[in-house]
C-alpha cells in the first residue's frame, strides 16, 4: 500500500521567510510525527499528534515552529521566519499506535540561504 | 535526560564478515526498542523492533537484535553481511508511554565487495 509522502521533496527559501512543509500519513495510523534530521544534531523529535489528544509539543526548538493536523489525516509543518539553522530533512513518521513502529516518509530537505 | 547511544560511528568490513552494532539507552523503566536503515538515498526503513517476550527479535533481510536488560542494550546483528547491506543504522528507543522516538547517532556501514 501507499506509505507515507511528504511534498515538497525539496525547499530552498531565504532567511526570514516562512515555509509550511506538508506530510500525508499511511491511510488509517492514528499517530503522526514530525523529526528533523541534520549533520550536526542527528535525528530529533519535533511534535507528535494522536487520535484527538492534544499534541505533544515538547520537541519544537522555538515558537517558529508550529504544525497542525486536519482531519485526522493530514498535517503541515509550518517555519516562520526561517533562520539558517533551521536547515535540514524534516522528516514525517505515522503509526497505528506506540508498539507498532513508526513509518517514515522520504523528508522534505529545507535550505535556508 | 533520556539518551540513546551507538557504539560505532562507522564501520567498514568485507562481505561475508559478520557484522554487530551496539546500542545501549539510560535507565528510565519499560522500554520499546527499534532499529531503522537508511540506505543510500533513500528514506528510513524499520528493520526490526522489540517490545516483549523473547529477547532475541529477527528481522527483515537477516538482521536480528537482542535485547539485554540488564545492559540496557539492544544490539543488532548479521552473521554474513553483502555489499547491499550498505547504509546507515539507527537504533531508536521509545519510553514506555510516550510515543516519540530517541534515536542514537547512526552507524554508517560500508561493505566492500
Known amino acids: 500500500g501507499a506509505g507515507v509522502s511528504q511534498s515538497p521533496s525539496n525547499k530552498v527559501t531565504e532567511k526570514g521567510k516562512d515555509v509550511e512543509l506538508r506530510c500525508d500519513p499511511i491511510?488509517?495510523?492514528?499517530?503522526l510525527y514530525w523529526y528533523r534530521q541534520s549533520l550536526g544534531q542527528g535525528l530529533e523529535f519535533l511534535i507528535y499528534?494522536?487520535?484527538?489528544?492534544?499534541?505533544?509539543k515538547s520537541g519544537l526548538p522555538s515558537d517558529r515552529f508550529s504544525a497542525e493536523r486536519t482531519g485526522g489525516s493530514v498535517s503541515t509543518l509550518t517555519i516562520q521566519r526561517t533562520q539558517q539553522e533551521d536547515s535540514a530533512v524534516y522528516l514525517c513518521?505515522?503509526?497505528?499506535?506506540?508498539?507498532?513502529?513508526?513509518?517514515f516518509g522520504p523528508g522534505t530537505r529545507l535550505t535556508v540561504t | 535526560a533520556q539518551s540513546v547511544s551507538q557504539h560505532n560511528h562507522h564501520v567498514i568490513l568485507s562481505e561475508a564478515a559478520s557484522l554487530e552494532l551496539g546500542c545501549n539507552y539510560s535507565?528510565?523503566?519499560?522500554?520499546?526498542l527499534f532499529w531503522y536503515v537508511q540506505y543510500p538515498g533513500q528514506h528510513l526503513q524499520l528493520l526490526l523492533k522489540?517490545?516483549?517476550?523473547?529477547?532475541l527479535v529477527k528481522g527483515i533481510k537477516g538482521f536480528e537484535a537482542e535485547f539485554i536488560k540488564s545492559k540496557f542494550s539492544f544490539n543488532l546483528r548479521k552473521p554474513s553481511v553483502q555489499w547491499s547491506d550498505t547504509a546507515e543504522y539507527f537504533c531508536?528507543?521509545?519510553?514506555?508511554?510516550?510515543?516519540?522516538?530517541?534515536f542514537g547517532a547512526g552507524t554508517t556501514v560500508t561493505v566492500r565487495a
Open positions: 513518521a505515522s503509526s497505528l499506535g506506540q508498539r507498532s513502529g513508526q513509518y
Open positions: 499528534f494522536q487520535g484527538n489528544s492534544a499534541p505533544d
Open positions: 491511510s488509517g495510523h492514528t499517530a
Open positions: 535507565y528510565g523503566g519499560t522500554v520499546n
Open positions: 522489540y517490545f516483549s517476550g523473547d529477547p
Open positions: 531508536a528507543v521509545n519510553w514506555v508511554n510516550d510515543y516519540k522516538l530517541s
